[in-house]
């Protein structure tokens, strides 16, 4: 079974610009979440979305965005980029079965914003 | 704010001690538990999870130890092996039947020396 592709895996922007990231999860799994991760402030939750809906939310500006498609396909936006917002974007994806609340994550996407 | 965190930032072993690795949650609503391990250059992978309703949970070479009371969530690695060498997060979540939102520990590097 396929585990969850991020794309791209690299990216480099200038501040100002916007970005888009995309995130596959594992056939089947319908949650997909994004986590923002950096030295100092290490994993933060950004949002989570199951069945084309956003289910949670982080406490992050409303530069970050996101959505899901019917294939639970999932891609992040961030707006107005700032140099802050280098980081590594993680994508993690669940089957959201109540008897387990494993999350697989993926290699995520590293964004470096000059 | 509600906050998870890490008492130690490095730990060093020997392979073939056994490794112990401590997490401190303030959230007293938290009510699952699950530590991940990411290697250099990967996404988090999950290792072990545990409810609130348990105080004590065990896998392959791995317990989960929860005691509420003090808010300390630790993690037992028995036999530490150079391949058990990563960074080990511990998160939390409350009112984990809402999804996924996953609030991260900063992290603990495990070196295991030969």
């Known amino acids: 079974k396929a585990g969850v592709t991020q794309t791209p895996r690299y990216l480099i922007k200038t501040r100002g610009q916007q970005v888009t990231l995309s995130c596959s999860p594992i056939s089947g799994h319908r949650s997909v979440s994004w986590y923002q991760q950096t030295p100092g402030q290490g994993l933060q939750f950004l949002f989570e979305y199951f069945s084309e809906t956003q289910r949670n939310k982080g406490n992050f500006p409303g530069r970050f965005s996101g959505r899901q498609f019917s294939n639970s396909r999932s891609e992040m936006n961030v707006s107005t980029l700032e140099l802050g917002d280098s980081a590594l974007y993680l994508c993690?994806?669940?089957?959201?079965?109540?008897?387990?609340?494993?999350?697989?994550f993926g290699p995520g996407t590293r964004l470096t914003v000059t | 704010g509600e906050s998870v965190g890490l008492h130690l930032p490095t730990l060093s072993v020997q392979e073939g001690d056994n490794s112990i690795i401590n997490c401190a949650y303030s959230n007293s609503a938290s009510d699952y538990f699950i530590w991940y391990k990411q290697e250099s250059g990967k996404g988090p992978q999950f290792i072990i999870d545990?409810?609130?309703?348990?105080d004590k949970r065990q896998g392959q070479r791995v317990t989960v130890l929860l005691n509420k009371t003090v808010k300390h969530l630790s993690l037992q690695i028995a036999a530490t092996q150079p391949g058990d060498s990563a960074v080990y997060f511990c998160?939390?979540?409350?009112?984990?039947?809402?999804?996924?939102?996953?609030?991260f520990g900063k992290g603990t590097s495990l070196l295991v020396t030969p």
């Open positions: 545990i409810r609130s309703n348990m």
């Open positions: 993690a994806s669940s089957l959201d079965a109540h008897s387990s609340y494993e999350q697989y």
């Open positions: 998160a939390e979540t409350a009112n984990s039947n809402s999804g996924y939102a996953l609030n």
